[in-house]
């Protein structure tokens, strides 16, 4: 017989109790971050957008690329690459360069999940390099779309609009919504 009071048990002194697993919606939600995308080699490949900050700040960037990867993410890539001489004209930063390039390799590599590789597989595999820099574009965030144009994402309905209503359908018409999974990732 229920008295419709609720109690909480403890678990008894000296015993360990493990955490609750992740719920399966939360489950379902971290799937929702790897993105099946085309690269311009035609190629299909899943990638997870990497936080640049966390990357900077925790130990998944090499020391040496640090201090690059803070630069572009302050001052954009081509501030990064360009100083004034004494002069007051543009000189491009050669040692600079060669670190954004690395930098670029290495988050084309962090943002891989399927195939996964290292910066050095991707330069050692001979994969196509228009892939490569479309992979760290689109893990520095430069870009959101893949070689085919498809927003990794969900493309929002309000940019149909102009179509909708020459269309004259209703929110939730299917054919507009198939047009809208066509061009997302989601």
């Known amino acids: 017989m229920s ?41 299909e490949v899943d990638v997870r957008l990497p936080d640049l900050a966390i990357l900077i700040e925790g130990d ?29 004209k543009p000189q491009i930063d050669v040692e600079v360069v060669k670190g954004l390039a690395q930098l670029r390799r290495h988050m084309a590599a962090i943002c891989l999940v399927d195939p996964a590789m290292t910066a050095d597989e991707l330069s050692s595999a001979g994969i196509p390099a228009e892939d490569i820099d479309l992979l760290a574009s ?11 144009g498809v927003k990794l994402g969900v493309m929002p309905l309000s940019r149909f609009d102009t179509w909708r209503q020459s269309h004259g359908c209703a929110d939730d018409c299917e054919a507009c919504n198939n047009v809208v999974s066509a061009f997302s990732t989601r």
């Open 60 to 88: 998944a960037l090499p020391d040496r690329l640090r201090g690059v990867a803070a630069q572009m993410w302050s001052e954009g890539s081509a501030a990064a690459v360009t100083k004034l001489d004494e002069d007051g």
């Open 3 to 43: 008295t419709g009071v609720n109690t909480i048990t403890a678990a008894p002194i000296g015993t360990t109790t493990t955490p609750s697993p992740v719920s399966d919606r939360a489950r379902e939600w971290a799937k929702k971050a790897v993105h099946r995308i085309t690269l311009d080699s035609g190629m």
């Open 138 to 148: 689109i893990a520095m965030r430069e870009r959101d779309t893949d070689a085919r």
